[in-house]
Nanobody
Framework: QVQLVQSGGGLVQTGGSLRLSCAAS????????MAWFRQAPGKERELVAA????????WYANSVKGRFTISRDNRKNTVYLQMNSLKPEDTAVYYC???????????????????WGQGTQVTVSS
């Protein structure tokens, strides 16, 4: 059974930092591209960052470029999202997701991801 278990998140002030983690089990982690999505109340889910199976390629939404960093540790079957200089508009539920893909094109829509984490709330106060 595939599981993506998220940790991290919480409440932080504007300008603060948080790190999200997503530990995978039940799959060959190094075969999967990974991503972080978010969904704010009343808004559609959006792709925030993605990383290739080996970590050599990454993609970021324009709204988070220069502030967020996605990384992975294939020995620990874990993907991370380091979020710095947080803004109130970053407030959302964040989800990690796994996609069975070993190519270089890391951008993909949500329906291309087979497995999802349980979601974790990130709230940035102004």
């Amino acid at each position: 059974q595939v599981q993506l278990v998220q940790s991290g998140g919480g409440l932080v002030q504007t300008g603060g930092s948080l790190r999200l983690s997503c530990a995978a089990s039940g799959l060959t982690f190094s075969n999967y591209a990974m991503a972080w999505f978010r969904q704010a109340p009343g808004k559609e889910r959006e792709l925030v960052a993605a990383i290739s199976w080996a970590g050599g390629s990454t993609w970021y939404a324009n709204s988070v470029k220069g502030r967020f960093t996605i990384s992975r540790d294939n020995r620990k079957n874990t993907v991370y999202l380091q979020m710095n200089s947080l803004k109130p508009e970053d407030t959302a539920v964040y989800y990690c997701a796994a996609r069975d893909y070993r190519g270089r094109d890391v951008y993909a829509r949500g329906n291309e991801y087979a497995y999802w984490g349980q979601g974790t709330q990130v709230t940035v106060s102004s």
